[in-house]
Each structure stands twice: as structure tokens, then as C-alpha cells.
């Protein structure tokens, strides 16, 4: 039974009113149920758990007094329907069927004070304590929006106290009551949230999504009875138990509708009509708080085909300026929000789904669904608590974009290179995490009306470009250039890093319009070691976009490279062809330098002059048509040759003065006559 009560005056008498009606007079005919939203995913990969949701269209739908939408189960069932207006006051309307005696409990009482009903509205409780009449939410029920990213739950939630009794709760198999289920799980949980927590486990863990129910309606209930005893149903089954379990164990608890992004939600789409989806309201520690069991149960997979249970703790009393993000209930004092958002509002919202929240991550810029570019180029951003990882998918492939990596978070430039709508995926995973797999945190729409032809990435362009926290992580400190880009004029880059120890680098160009070999794509990039300092000398063989990848590995272990990371070096001065660095062997020492010549190709008949810095050396020769030996002064090895009658020049080494062998260090070529 409702309660009617006059706030005006404090000390007015509290009306308890139950009205009898008919199914005949109710006014509204008979409904079937309704289909519910789940949030999907994918199991696997690049894991999304899919915040969109297909959207059937239902039949017409029954309305409580204050016109918010309501289900009712057969016409065999009594139901007790509660209403709110604005002004707090509570009416409950009792349907019995046709030719029924109604259980009439006090149909009037007059007293001061509020009035507690039984649990199960007049049904034995089975010495289950009553639960008062659920009030409307106020004031003190609301949070501020938009998030003050202070913690993703409406409450303080230890989940480490909670491990004795979630195992527990998983464990309990009672299904021929829901009285009896709830005394089960009841036996291990004290207080309030331990209670609405162990109802909340075992609906997750035991109860599917019935995918068969949902695609058709004749095999589908949602009685909390039935839901218990088939172990499946829709969210308006979800929600229906959750809400019987809660008010046997004396907890008051609401079950809402309203829009949802779940399965199927397209972005930036507008909602119209009936809602699609049903979750939960319980009320601990003087406050409505949200939940939803459904999308807290698992996934479907997107040909909506199979449900796998995943167990997602971010839908227990979520923070109402998160829940906000994918549903919106019918009505807005529902959303426990000062100020409460519009319709317009969550529809022109950018969708983060829980992944989003339970990756550590905090605010995306811009934050609607949908991103108009500027002069070919749409922009996000990203910023999280904790370092890390991120992927991105622009139309299913890893193209036409600049992502870098920040201390907090990232950036991203997309670069689309057609116009019209482009649906851009970013994906994140913890920087420790073990396994490669990133979860989808965020989608938009880029609607491109002009292209960037300059801004064309070449295809070996790797994700995430410039360095970053991880290339510190993987040795490479205080780098010389920070930024993703290189610019350069006249062809020529020098790059410098601080190496960790025990580090061996090796660097590779890469140009979408370059026939050169491994070797020679080598060979244009000087690699020159001062202590525990690299410095990256870089000729380009001609003007365009090239990839500098640099890979790295343990000097002291023999395997592979491993790839670190890469720049995007640009030159557009079409006048640019500087040929390879000379060829070096294994003799040359990483600690060797050349000053002059750099350029791997001679001029004919000159005199080249040579300036090499090396130390350990007994002799330097340089071997062209004659001999000509190298001169050490203060630490350098100088002389000059003559070009005139060969192909080829070598520098040779003597390591011992004892011996009369010569090593080969440095090749250059010399032009034809």
C-alpha cells in the first residue's frame, strides 16, 4: 500500500490509500513484454563490450498514473502499481483480475508518521523484516554533473571486503523459491550493501541473457519466478528479480526504464518512442543509488546470435554522472543528477562505455559523438590516471592518423582520406597488462567534407608515432625531438637520444615511393655513440614522407630486434638526393665516428680529404688506386687521398703493430669519369 503524503503541513494526517481496480477499467489493454537492450561485445581480440543496442519496435505500451511506462505480466496476476508526482506524493493501485476477491489489508488508516508496507505487498515475508514505502528521490540523493572524476561508484565500495561473500554468493543454488533464494544468500551478508551485493552477484552469475526470448516474445517471461527458474531472461526480467530479492530482504529498491546506448546504438542516432531498457534503483545509507544486472551478467556477441557471461563490476552503483552516459531513464529525477540532462542532451553525448571508466581513463575531447573535420583534419584527446596503451581503427584499418602518446592519456589527428562518414574506433589496455589485448573505450563519426592530400601517411607507419613515456620505459630518454613529426628542408636530420644501458639500436627508412634495399634504406641513416649518448644522422635518397623505425635489443643477447618506435620525417624540396653513408663492417667499432667524408659516394679524380675518429689502432691506410696512410693527431686519424683511376676506396685498420694484417672498416664508392 501507497502512502499520500501532504508535506505542506508536518503534522497532516497520512492517508493510506488502495484503489481496486479491474483489468477492464484500467484503461489500457493487455501488453505483451517488452524487448530490452543488452549491452553486447565482442569475446575476443580487440575487445568492445558494445554499448549499442538493436531496437525493436514493441507493442503499445501500459502507463502508471503519473504516465511513466510500466509492464504488466498475465492478466492472472495481481499486480500493485506505485506512482509519484513531483511533489512526492505515492498512490498504489492494486489490478486484480476479473472475477477476484481482492486481499484488502487496511484499505484506510489514519495516523502521524510514515507508514511501512510488507515486503512482499501482503504476502507471508516468512519472517523477513517489511521495508518502508520507497520514497521519491531529492535533494539529498543527487550528484553534481558532468563527473567530478573522483571514484566510479556512488558510494564508498571496499571490493576487497566483498571477496568471502561474492564467492559465497556464486556458490548458492536455490531455485525453486525466490523466498528461498534470498534466505540463502542472506545468511552471509549483515548490512544493507552486503545484502543488495549478494543479490547482485548471484543475478550476474546465474541469470543469461535469452537471446531466443528476446527475437521471440512467445517463449519469453520475465515473472521473477520464471526468470529464477529457466536461469535467463531480457533486462525487464533482470531487473524484476532484482527488485523482488530486494524487497524480501527489506531493501527498498525501484525498477526504471528509459533509453539506453546498448546493443545496436548507432552513433549520434535520436530516441523516440518506447524505452528499450530496464535497470535497477536501491536505496543504502539515506541514498538512491543505480545499478543494472543485465549489462553487469555479459555480453552478446554482435550478430546477436550468443551471450557470454563477463562479469562487469562497473555497473554496481555507478556513479550517476557515469550511469548518465548509456541510460537515460523516463524520468529525470532518475538520474540522481544536478543539473539533470535532457533527451538532447544524452543524445548528442559522447558514448564511454564502462571500459572507458574501468581502464583508468577520465575525460575524451570533444565530447560529442560526432566530429566535423577542419581543414581535412579532426582532432581527440584523451586523458587517463595511469600510463597507458592505445590502438585506433578509422573504417576497420590503422590509417590516416597521428596518434601520440602522453604521460596522461593521448592525442590523436585524423586525417580521412575520402569525404563523407568515417567510423573511428580507439581501443586502450593498462601498459602492465600481459596480454595484447586492447578493449574498444570510444567511437565516433568523422564527417570529412574536404581531404588533406599533404597529410598522406606512408603505409609503414606505425601507432603510436614519436617517443613517449614507452620508449622511455624501452631505454630511449631525454630525446632531442619530442614531437611525432620531423620537418626538414634541405633533406638532412640529426637526432639525439640518452641510451639505457646495455642497449644496441638499429634504424630503418621506409618511403612508400623508394625501390632502395634494406641495406641502402640502412645505410642513409649514421648511427654515432658519445658515451651513453646516440646521436641519428639521416640523409634522405629524395623528397617525401618516410618512417624513421628504430628497433632495439640487449647488447648482450643475440637474438632479434625488437621495433620501439617511429618518427614521420617530411621534406618536400624536390631538389633533395643525397646519396648513402659509406658502407661499414663489422670492424668498426660503435664508438667510431667519421667526420668527413659522410657521403658513401666520391667524386672522380680528386683529393678527398679523411678525418675519422677511432681509437685501439695501430695503423689506417686508405686503399684507393695507391695506398695512402692516415696521419693520428690529438685523437684523429687524418689524410688525404686521391680517387683518380678507381671504382672503389676502402679504409683499412691495423689493430696490433705487431702484425701485418688489415682489417677492412669503411667502403666508399666513387663516381664514374
Known sequence: MGTMDFKADPSAVTINLLLIVRPEEAGGKQRGQRGRQMEGGRVAGLQDDGNGNSRPQPPPQGR????????????????????????????????????????????????????????????????????EAPRPPGGKDLHAYPWDKSSLKSMPVDLQQFEKLDAYALKVNVKNSVEDLVTALLKQARTDLEKVRAIWM????????????????????????????????????????????????????????????????????????????AWNAVYLDGRWHLLDSTWGSGAVDDSFTKFTFRYNEFYFLTHPALFINNHFPDNSNWQLLK?????????????????????????????????????GKASISVDCRAATLFKFELNGTEEHGLMTLKKHGMKLDIYPQKTGSHKLQIFAKPSKASQDVYDCVLEYVIECESVNKAMRFPKDLSQPVGPSWFTERQGFLRPSHPDPIIHTNDGRCSLTFTLGKDISVLALLHSDNSSLTEDMRR??????????????????PHAGNFVLKIYAKKKSDPGNYDYIFNYLITCLNTEVKWPAFPQVFKKWAEDYEILEPLSGRLPANRNIQFKLKMHGIAKVLVQADDTSPLTQRGGYWEGTCNTAGCREVFVMVQENANHSFYSHVLKYEVESQ
Open 339 to 375: 543539473p539533470t540532462l535532457t533527451l538532447k542532451d544524452f543524445e548528442k553525448n559522447m558514448l564511454h562505455n564502462s571500459n572507458f571508466y574501468t581502464l583508468g581513463l577520465l575525460t575524451a575531447q570533444p565530447e560529442t559523438a560526432v566530429i566535423q573535420t577542419e581543414n
Open 64 to 131: 502508471a498514473l503519473n504516465g511513466r511506462r510500466v509492464s504488466r505480466e498475465s492478466s492472472e496476476q495481481t499486480q500493485a502499481v506505485t506512482s509519484y508526482s513531483n511533489e512526492g506524493t505515492q498512490v498504489t493501485v492494486e489490478i486484480h483480475p476479473k472475477n477476484t476477491t481482492p486481499q484488502i489489508l487496511k484499505k484506510l488508516s489514519f495516523g502521524k508518521g510514515s507508514r511501512r508496507s510488507s515486503s512482499l505487498r501482503g504476502q507471508d515475508n516468512k519472517g523477513f523484516q517489511s521495508t
Open 202 to 277: 548471484w543475478i550476474c552469475h546465474h541469470i543469461e541473457y535469452d537471446i531466443v526470448g528476446y527475437h521471440d516474445k512467445s517463449q519469453l517471461s520475465s515473472k521473477p519466478l520464471d526468470v529464477l527458474q529457466t536461469g535467463k531472461s531480457i533486462c525487464e526480467g533482470y531487473a524484476g528479480l532484482f527488485e523482488q530479492m530486494c524487497s524480501i530482504a527489506g531493501i527498498q529498491c525501484m525498477k526504471l526504464s528509459g533509453y539506453s546506448k546498448g546493443y545496436g546504438y548507432k552513433m549520434g542516432q535520436t530516441f523516440t518512442g518506447d524505452s528499450d531498457h
Open 523 to 540: 645505410r642513409h641513416i649514421m648511427q654515432i655513440h658519445r658515451g651513453n649518448q646516440i646521436e641519428l644522422k639521416i640523409h634522405l
